[in-house]
């Protein structure tokens, strides 16, 4: 029987091979991530909601369906959390906000309802900031309880960190899936813009939104991905092409472009020397990798991202923002604020040139395989203030072309280090690929003792 003592060690993939041997039923599972959130939850907060009720039932349910001969696949019987703009039946959505904290949606999210499809399991809601922004969630890093998770899946990242869930749902528009991996320790999967239905999930911006995955590994968010990707027609973002079969490409040493501006002089010295390390230990694996420039018009990326944010944030929110001004955060207040000031043109100008940006990227990739840059700054920093700089992902938020981040080691100070890769245009197969290659040579998946203490 799976008990929490040794539930953080565990992978969807194995977790799958158990219960189709008959090793391990749901209702365990579900039991150990309950025991493991107990445990850890006043330490770290990771969980707006723990649906516990609901997901021993799903469970039982589950169960039967085994014992009857039916195994819906490898998410079957698999606990999950979602991050709290996920609309979920009957399931409270608060969006870290106080005046939503009545709202209780009469449908799924897509993604969400793609999960169940598949049997995975919802554990609960996990923190968000307020309205996926920028202002902190409660949520602390379960690596230095001092130190933030990211954000703005901070509850995301922190539980899948944690052993509380097995993978979880987030959703990125500058940096908010890849970064809280980086941060804890774990792989972030920020498929192409469109792959995922954003069906049922509170917007930031239409334009940039993307439903990105928190797992252990990169076979675990491959493994989400297939359940939840594919066209939606209640998301007119939706892309409208087959999925590619991410778990059957043949791993062969890939041909890398390393991004060295505009990514190494925003990192700082630990970070840039442990991503030369990473890149050496790669190249003397078979990989090919040669330095490629960064578009000039990256110098704009900040200014272009504000804007079309601002705008999108200030359209969705201004009916209950003039109602509930006050008890939006500040971040999230300032942001809406300064999109309600931007001009039509300025706004037309942004999205002209996010197409121009996604153009000059795309060309990057003609020649290689994969980007490879930092997967963050730095360490998380020491501090509950701040969600950390998504810096080194939000270039490939503004274009949309999919990204995954890979845990690589640990700081001086003990906090996981990641390295960031970004792939063509509709290979996320490709770029899964070259991720599972790279995570085989540095083998540096990390795991957390439960027993750790902040300090």
């Excluded at 995975?120 to 809601?125: D, E, N, Q, S, T």
């Excluded at 917007?203 to 493994?223: E, F, K, M, N, Q």
């Excluded at 950390?388 to 100070?413: K, Q, Y």
Aim: aromatic share 6%; glycine share 10%; with cysteine.
């Amino acid at each position: 029987m799976t008990t929490g003592r040794n539930i953080a060690s565990l992978t969807i993939a194995e977790v799958a091979l158990a219960i189709a041997a008959g090793k391990l039923m749901p209702r365990e599972l579900v039991e150990s991530c309950l025991e493991r959130i107990d445990a850890l939850e006043p330490r770290i907060q990771a969980w707006a909601l723990v649906d516990r009720e609901g997901a021993l039932r799903a469970a039982e349910s589950l169960g039967e369906e085994l014992r009857q001969g039916r195994n819906r696949g490898p998410l079957h019987g698999i606990p999950v959390g979602l991050k709290d703009i996920f609309y979920t039946a009957g399931l409270r959505t608060q969006a870290g906000s106080p005046f939503w904290a009545d709202f209780v949606p009469e449908y799924d999210a897509t993604a969400v309802a793609r999960l169940k499809e598949a049997g995975a399991i919802v554990l609960g809601k996990t923190h968000t900031t307020q309205f996926a922004s920028g202002d902190p969630a409660p949520t602390r890093n379960p690596w230095n309880v001092e130190h933030t998770p990211g954000g703005s899946s901070s509850g995301s990242g922190a539980a899948v960190a944690a052993g509380m869930c097995l993978a979880a749902l987030g959703t990125q528009t500058g940096g908010s899936v890849l970064r809280p991996a980086a941060y804890n320790g774990v792989v972030g999967l920020k498929p192409e813009s469109g792959r995922v239905s954003k069906y049922g999930v509170v917007p930031l911006s239409w334009t940039l939104d993307h439903v990105g995955i928190i797992a252990r590994t990169v076979t675990d968010a491959a493994l989400v991905f297939r359940a939840i990707a594919g066209h939606d027609p209640a998301d007119y973002h939706s892309l409208a092409e087959a999925i590619p079969n991410c778990l059957s490409a043949q791993l062969m040493p890939p041909r890398l472009g390393l991004v060295r501006a505009y990514f190494f002089e925003r990192a700082d010295e630990e970070m840039r020397r442990h991503a030369d390390e990473v890149v050496e230990r790669l190249r003397r694996a078979g990989a090919s990798i040669n330095e490629i420039a960064f578009p000039a018009s990256s110098e704009t990326i900040d200014e272009t991202h504000d804007a079309i944010v601002g705008v999108e944030a200030a359209a969705y929110h201004q009916e209950m923002f003039a109602q509930h001004r006050e008890e939006y955060q500040p971040r999230v207040r300032r942001l809406i604020e300064k999109g309600l000031t931007v001009s039509a043109i300025q706004y037309a100008n942004a999205l002209e040139t996010r197409l121009r940006m996604r153009a000059e990227m795309e060309r990057m990739l003609l020649n290689v395989d994969a980007l490879i840059t930092p997967g963050a700054p730095g360490p998380a920093p020491r501090s509950l203030e701040t969600t950390g700089s998504a810096v080194m992902h939000r270039p490939w938020s503004m274009v949309g072309l999919p990204a995954i981040g890979l845990p690589t080691g640990l700081s001086e100070d003990g906090l996981p280090l990641a390295i960031q890769l970004v792939g063509p245009s509709r290979r996320e197969d490709q770029l899964l690929s070259i991720a599972l290659w790279c995570e085989k040579v540095l083998g540096a998946r990390l795991i957390l003792d439960p027993r750790r203490r902040e300090g």
